[in-house]
T-cell receptor
Framework: NAGVTQTPKFQVLKTGQSMTLQCAQDMNHEYMSWYRQDPGMGLRLIHYSVGAGITDQGEVPNGYNVSRSTTEDFPLRLLSAAPSQTSVYFC??????????FGQGTRLTVV | QKEVEQDPGPLSVPEGAIVSLNCTYSNSAFQYFMWYRQYSRKGPELLMYTYSSGNKEDGRFTAQVDKSSKYISLFIRDSQPSDSATYLCAMSAWGGSANAGKSTFGDGTTLTVKP
């Protein structure tokens, strides 16, 4: 089935560890985005990409890196995990208009 | 002040009621207006989007945009228990503009429809 696949679904990290959240889409969408969702705060944009090789910062980029080497994949790297990065992370693929499909999310806890 | 403000809720209504969910915004560059539904522990799902001002209907759902007032609404008719979810409004600018690739979301309104 077409869609956005995120892995892992759950992760516990220790403070200072690094990890990569994977995101893949099979709809050939140019645009992809990473959001974090915290209770009562809606979705906040971390980084986004408008095509392979092109990325830009969103609202809350500090502590995260992204790259976009292919149209399909858009991984999010946490450089040195902090408790403030405990959140639910969503990857989305979008058309020029809007986020069309979201992944199921990665629930990350940093202890 | 946030670019997008959404009525916070939570909202609890009896089955069959008409529900109104609302957002206001401040950025005049927004041209696309979206509503997403998010069930607990799931990713958001796009319900509807509209371009510029006007109404759009899809079954029991009607999206309304008033750009002059910077105000958007989602109406749910004959609400069902299965409509119980968090509803998020979102807005974006044209894909060729400097804001391309970015949507701005409201914080969400949690709706409970009681049988």
């Amino acid at each position: 089935n077409a869609g956005v696949t995120q892995t892992p679904k759950f992760q516990v990290l220790k403070t200072g560890q690094s990890m990569t959240l994977q995101c893949a889409q099979d709809m050939n969408h140019e645009y992809m985005s990473w959001y974090r969702q915290d209770p009562g705060m809606g979705l906040r944009l971390i980084h986004y990409s408008v095509g392979a090789g092109i990325t830009d910062q969103g609202e809350v980029p500090n502590g995260y890196n992204v790259s976009r080497s292919t149209t399909e994949d858009f991984p999010l790297r946490l450089l040195s995990a902090a408790p403030s990065q405990t959140s639910v992370y969503f990857c989305a693929s979008r058309t020029r208009v809007t986020e069309a499909f979201f992944g199921q999310g990665t629930r990350l806890t940093v202890v | 002040q946030k670019e997008v403000e959404q009525d916070p809720g939570p909202l609890s209504v009896p089955e069959g009621a008409i529900v109104s969910l609302n957002c206001t915004y401040s950025n005049s560059a927004f041209q696309y207006f979206m509503w997403y539904r998010q069930y607990s522990r799931k990713g958001p799902e796009l319900l509807m989007y509209t371009y510029s001002s006007g109404n759009k209907e899809d079954g029991r759902f009607t999206a309304q945009v008033d750009k002059s007032s910077k105000y958007i609404s989602l109406f749910i008719r004959d609400s069902q228990p299965s409509d119980s979810a968090t509803y998020l409004c979102a807005m974006s600018a044209w894909g060729g503009s400097a804001n391309a690739g970015k949507s701005t979301f409201g914080d969400g309104t949690t709706l409970t429809v009681k049988p």
